[in-house]
């Protein structure tokens, strides 16, 4: 049986948990198809899985598997494609590794602009700033459009898509990154630390990438307004989207991102117009993933930390 390598974790804990392995490669089944990953990328859930933050969810059956986009070949046609492996519990591996699996609706052709890394980082980011501003929001052109995290990796690609929209874009953002967000072509960048809720002019849509204060920020919300967090990992932000159920169509709304060919075809269409390009803060090589996940949670980094075998 061919062998390849990968990164697993044999107990829940920090990045020190993180080891590779030799593992039986894997073999496509029906409506399946098989990648030979070039680039994946880290994201907040790899570290909140690998933590046992969800071991509800993930049980305790060990070795388990990191990683959910990927760029790469798709060895049965020799092309290049992006996509995500299914992110059910359980995984003896992820896209952290040589090789995977891919449902056959969740990869597509990944646009020939981009290099491995650059697609790989903007698989998750990507998809999920456009279900909210498009699909969750339906923003409009001219409409006024708060982004809360705008320089964190969903928050980025959703200023560009935003003004990629048509729609007048007020960017929250630390100091240190206003320069760069007002680059991606926000129309208004503002130190969050500066500004309460109530100080903010009241937008027609909100993205919440924070996961805090999801209510006072709500507040802000124009008549008929739309707002949607895709930070929903604490009990005080599950509280807070259950309370705003009494608000009607102007709740927080969340979900879970999990693209299909169609959506990634059509965030492709965004990358090929240059209206969208990827950041990517550091390319690491996956015998070194306890190091990018250390650098997760340090602050400093921008952009997208990327993994390549």
């Known amino acids: 049986m061919r062998q390849m390598t990968a990164a697993q974790f044999q107990r829940y804990g920090g990045p020190e948990v993180l080891e590779m392995a030799s593992v039986p490669r894997p073999t496509a089944g029906p409506g399946e198809v098989l990648v030979k990953i070039e680039a994946s990328a880290v994201n907040r859930h790899d570290a909140v899985v690998r933590s046992g933050t969800l071991k509800i969810v993930t049980g305790r059956k060990f070795p388990l598997g990191v990683g959910l986009d990927l760029a790469g070949t798709d060895l049965a046609t ?95 953002a630390g100091s240190r990154d206003l320069d760069f967000v007002a680059e991606l072509g926000a129309h208004e960048v503002i130190d969050y630390r500066t500004v309460a809720p109530a100080d903010l002019e009241p937008a027609d849509v909100i993205l919440d990438t924070v996961g805090a204060d999801l209510l006072a920020y709500r507040r802000r919300l124009k008549r008929g307004g739309r707002m949607v967090t895709v930070n929903f990992g604490s009990a005080k932000a599950m509280t807070a989207i259950a309370a705003s159920a009494v608000f009607g169509e102007q709740r927080v709304r969340t979900f879970s991102s999990y693209p299909d060919t169609r959506l990634l075809d059509d965030l492709a269409g965004f990358v090929a117009a240059g209206s969208v390009r990827p950041v990517v803060d550091t390319v690491f090589p996956l015998r070194r993933i306890a190091d990018a996940h250390r650098a997760l949670t340090e602050p400093g980094h921008r952009g997208k930390l990327v993994l390549v075998p």
């Open 78 to 172: 020799g092309a290049p494609v992006w996509g995500m492996v299914s992110p059910k519990s359980g995984h003896v591996t992820g896209s952290a590794a040589e090789y995977a699996v891919v449902p056959a609706d969740r990869v597509a052709p990944m646009p020939s602009t981009l290099s491995w890394t650059d697609a790989a980082a903007l698989v998750t980011s990507g998809t999920t700033a456009l279900t909210a501003l498009r699909d969750m929001t339906h923003v409009r052109p001219g409409e006024r459009v708060l982004i809360r995290g705008a320089a964190g990796t969903v928050g980025m690609v959703a200023v560009q898509l935003a003004v990629a929209l048509g729609a007048h874009v007020v960017a929250l």
